[in-house]
């Protein structure tokens, strides 16, 4: 099996991770403020990977630079930037605009690996983000119109932003152990959670704090998405961006909302209408697309050889 059909394969089980696991989250954080919940969740998920590190691969530390932690920084904030703005897009708009509006990212990616990395993009991918575009927007709205309001705009930031991060992890995975450079971007982010949850969340003392985590279903929850949700899907983001393009991982990623939609209809009671289930199966075509080759070299792809090299 080539390696980027083995990275795409691996980042579609990353989708399907984030998708089943939003219903858990989603009570999860009726009981422990959003950013207060992803800080405890990334800066687990971050210790977890020190542990491994400082006691399977201690060697690799030698591998610390200011670059690094300049790059696992970056990656960081782009990643926090995503889950803060939609996290409080949320307040003031609906979930169909917010999770239409998240999903631009799939347009967003291949137009960002053009002005920042340089990439020539093939019919393929343009192709492929269309139709995932139009199989978002039938999957989120039902096919209704779009109004739009501030709440849309913040949503609209959280695109751009895991968007960037997107194509960053494609700028910067090849440059990096992968351990060590997903350790410093979930450092980040769940330092970046918990100091906003302290400065804009009413979670109260440290006993208040500790009372509301040890919530059974928040402790599922973290449990849950600490060892897959995040450990996992960002080590292997990171680890399968060196095998794959950033168009075809937004392609994949945005096949999370399909796999939210059936498992809320199977485990949350949720109907899936004609026009939204008309939607998932555009979606499922994207991807299909996105694996199609033309004759000759991608251009958007990254050389497995030149990739080797750089590690």
Same mark, same amino acid.
Request: hydrophobic content about 55%; proline content about 3%.
């Given at each position: ?66 670059? !690094?932690?300049?790059?696992? &920084?970056? %990656?960081?904030?782009?990643?926090? #930037?995503? /889950? ?5 897009? =949320? $307040? ?64 609209? !930031?959280?695109?751009?932003? &895991?968007? %960037?991060?997107?194509?960053?992890? #494609?700028? /910067? ?5 992968? =351990? $060590? ?131």
């Amino acid at each position: 099996m080539k390696r980027s059909l083995f990275a795409d394969l691996i980042l579609l089980s990353v989708a399907l991770i984030w998708g089943t696991t939003f219903l858990i989250v989603q009570h999860a954080v009726q009981a422990l403020p959003p950013l207060a919940f992803n800080g405890i969740r990334f800066t687990g998920a971050a210790l977890l990977f020190f542990i491994i590190l400082v006691f399977v691969h201690r060697d690799w530390l030698k591998h610390m630079n200011t670059k !690094l932690l300049w790059h696992g &920084f970056v %990656l960081g904030v782009l990643l926090f #930037g995503g /889950y803060g703005f939609q996290t409080y897009g =949320l $307040l003031y708009t609906t979930s169909s605009n917010a999770g239409f509006i998240t999903g631009l990212s799939v347009v967003l990616v291949p137009f960002f690996s053009m002005w920042f990395l340089r990439q020539r993009l093939n019919w393929i991918a343009w192709l492929s983000a269309a139709v995932a575009l139009i199989g978002l927007f039938l999957l989120s709205t039902g096919g209704a119109s779009l109004s739009i309001n501030f709440g849309d705009l913040l949503v609209l !930031l959280c695109a751009i932003c &895991f968007a %960037l991060q997107i194509v960053a992890t #494609g700028r /910067y995975a090849p440059e990096h152990p992968t =351990l $060590l450079l997903v350790t410093i971007q979930l450092g980040t982010v769940g330092i970046l959670g918990i100091i906003g949850s302290i400065l804009l969340e009413d979670t109260g003392t440290m006993q208040d704090w500790i009372h509301l985590a040890s919530q059974p279903e928040v402790l599922m929850a973290l449990g849950i998405t600490l060892l897959f949700g995040t450990a996992f899907a960002f080590w292997a983001q990171t680890y399968c961006q060196k095998y794959t393009s950033p168009a075809r991982v937004a392609i994949i990623f945005a096949m999370e909302p399909v796999f939210a939609g059936i498992t809320g209809y199977i485990w949350g009671n949720e109907k899936l209408g004609v026009t939204a289930i008309i939607g998932c199966v555009l979606m499922f075509i994207s991807m299909l697309i996105a694996e199609l080759r033309p004759s000759g070299q991608h251009a958007s792809e990254p050389s497995a050889e030149r990739l080797e090299r750089a590690n």
